[in-house]
């Protein structure tokens, strides 16, 4: 995680891509300092506009002003991309990386207009290049700290897909029953319109769009639900039992020379209870 948010290639050589990189990708420096809140102030504004022309009565009037903001903006934004690929070292090192890609898909829905009639109100996903103020507010720190959260979840992704697989046998298997119960007179058209309801009901949502009538269906229906409650917390305890695994796993195990305390963090420095400074070694 902490790799896949880092910057894209080491500074370039002496030059004008040094002199941009340190602008574009840097914030130490006040033009570096500028450049990330003009970025931030435009991809609020064009992703305000998107918001503003999915509001029809807005949309009739102003059509063609928004459509050329939205416009102005991709073609900025997509100049923007081409120039962060041409000053750094390794294009394709910064193409797959989390900005790279966030950055690409800031410009792709307007380009994908022109082929699919409403895809341009998918460029609210600029929103994510905000992103960028963890960087600019040096709170990266915490991007870390959710990659402990990504690598439980990972972890974890064998047992939760057997949880998965469970579920859809289970709701295939009441659907199925529901099918033969119900019927279509009361709305259970076909076995795949049946497993909907049972998803729904056994994730205790209940739209109401599909309801049992007879006496027995509504015995399968609250014996579901109570699988439902049984079984909703299965992926949570799961996940959080790994995310205890990862947290011990990260904990350096040292002991405080002075007070003899175990469990720091791996970069602590000090000792969380006196103070003591540990060593290098």
Same mark, same amino acid.
């Given at each position: @995680?902490?790799?896949? +948010?880092?910057?894209?290639?080491?500074?370039?050589?002496?030059?004008?891509?040094?002199?941009?990189?340190?602008?574009?990708? $840097?914030?130490?420096?006040?033009?570096?300092?500028?450049?990330?809140?003009?970025?931030?102030?435009?991809?609020? &504004?064009?992703?305000?506009?998107?918001?503003?022309?999915?509001? /029809?009565?807005?949309?009739?009037?102003?059509?063609?002003?928004?459509?050329? =903001?939205?416009? +102005?903006?991709?073609?900025? +934004?997509?100049? /923007?991309?081409?120039?962060?690929?041409?000053?750094?070292?390794?294009?394709?090192?910064?193409?797959?990386?989390?900005?790279?890609? !966030?950055?690409?898909?800031?410009?792709?829905?307007?380009?994908?207009?022109?082929?699919?009639?409403?895809?341009?109100?998918?460029?609210?996903?600029?929103?994510?290049?905000?992103?960028?103020?963890?960087?600019?507010?040096?709170?990266?720190?915490?991007?870390?700290? &959710?990659?402990? @959260?990504?690598?439980?979840? %990972?972890? &974890?992704?064998?047992?939760?897909?057997?949880?998965?697989?469970?579920? =859809?046998?289970?709701?295939?298997?009441?659907?199925?029953?529901?099918?033969?119960? /119900?019927?279509?007179?009361?709305?259970?058209?076909?076995?795949?319109? &049946?497993?909907?309801?049972?998803?729904?009901?056994?994730?205790?949502?209940? +739209?109401?769009?599909?309801?049992?009538?007879?006496?027995?269906?509504?015995?399968?229906?609250?014996?579901?639900?109570?699988?439902?409650?049984?079984?909703?917390?299965?992926?949570?305890?799961?996940?959080?039992?790994?995310? @205890?695994?990862?947290?011990?796993?990260? !904990?350096?195990?040292? /002991?405080?020379?002075?007070?003899?305390?175990? $469990?720091? %963090?791996?970069?602590?420095?000090?000792?969380?209870?006196?103070?003591?400074?540990?060593?290098?070694?």
């Amino acid at each position: @995680m902490q790799q896949f +948010f880092q910057d894209p290639a080491p500074w370039p050589k002496p030059g004008w891509r040094r002199a941009a990189y340190g602008v574009i990708f $840097g914030h130490e420096t006040r033009a570096g300092l500028y450049f990330d809140l003009w970025l931030i102030a435009a991809i609020l &504004s064009s992703v305000a506009i998107t918001l503003i022309d999915s509001v /029809e009565a807005i949309h009739r009037r102003h059509a063609e002003l928004l459509y050329a =903001l939205e416009w +102005f903006f991709t073609l900025m +934004f997509t100049a /923007e991309y081409l120039l962060r690929l041409l000053i750094v070292e390794k294009p394709g090192r910064y193409a797959r990386s989390a900005y790279g890609v !966030i950055d690409l898909l800031a410009v792709l829905p307007t380009y994908l207009s022109l082929l699919i009639a409403g895809t341009q109100y998918l460029l609210v996903t600029r929103l994510l290049r905000i992103l960028r103020v963890f960087r600019l507010l040096k709170l990266t720190r915490y991007v870390d700290e &959710s990659g402990l @959260m990504i690598d439980a979840l %990972l972890r &974890s992704r064998r047992k939760i897909l057997v949880f998965v697989i469970f579920m =859809l046998t289970l709701v295939t298997v009441f659907g199925a029953l529901m099918y033969l119960i /119900e019927g279509p007179d009361n709305g259970f058209t076909s076995i795949p319109m &049946s497993m909907y309801w049972a998803i729904v009901t056994v994730a205790t949502v209940g +739209f109401g769009d599909i309801a049992p009538v007879t006496p027995v269906g509504r015995l399968v229906t609250s014996v579901l639900v109570l699988i439902g409650y049984g079984v909703i917390a299965v992926p949570t305890g799961i996940y959080t039992a790994e995310l @205890m695994n990862t947290l011990r796993a990260s !904990i350096d195990h040292r /002991e405080c020379r002075r007070c003899g305390l175990l $469990g720091h %963090l791996g970069d602590a420095r000090y000792c969380r209870r006196c103070g003591e400074r540990f060593s290098e070694d």
